[in-house]
């Protein structure tokens, strides 16, 4: 049974830095590219970030470009979403999901096999 778990997420003032984990079971990590979505209230689930199975080549969206960094530890199964600062805009529910059909980071939600339950980032203002 594939279950990734998210966590660390949280309440953080703007400016704050917060770093968010991802812990995979089930499933041969390695051999998934890895990637971080969020939504915020009303609005479509979006890509954030993602990385390709051994780490090396990573992709990210305009919006969080320069301020997060995705980063993943094969040997502990776990993939992390460091954020730095973190903007009102970026409060959102926070999802990892697990890619097996391709070794470098895509950013469509249909690519993504498996999903988290999410964990909740609010930044206030």
């Known amino acids: 049974q594939v279950q990734l778990v998210e966590s660390g997420g949280g309440l953080v003032q703007a400016g704050d830095s917060q770093r968010l984990s991802c812990a995979a079971s089930g499933l041969s990590f390695s051999s998934y590219a890895m990637g971080w979505f969020r939504q915020a209230p009303g609005k479509e689930r979006e890509f954030v970030a993602g990385?390709?199975?051994?780490?090396?080549?990573?992709d990210y969206a305009n919006s969080v470009k320069g301020r997060f960094t995705i980063s993943r530890d094969n040997a502990k199964s776990t993939v992390y979403l460091q954020m730095s600062d973190l903007k009102p805009e970026d409060t959102a529910v926070y999802y990892c999901?697990?890619?097996?059909?391709?070794?470098?980071?895509?950013?469509?939600?249909?690519?993504?096999?498996?999903w988290g339950q999410g964990t909740q980032v609010t930044v206030s203002s």
């Open positions: 999901a697990a890619d097996y059909n391709s070794g470098v980071p895509r950013s469509r939600q249909k690519n993504y096999d498996y």
């Open positions: 990385i390709g199975r051994s780490g090396a080549a990573t």
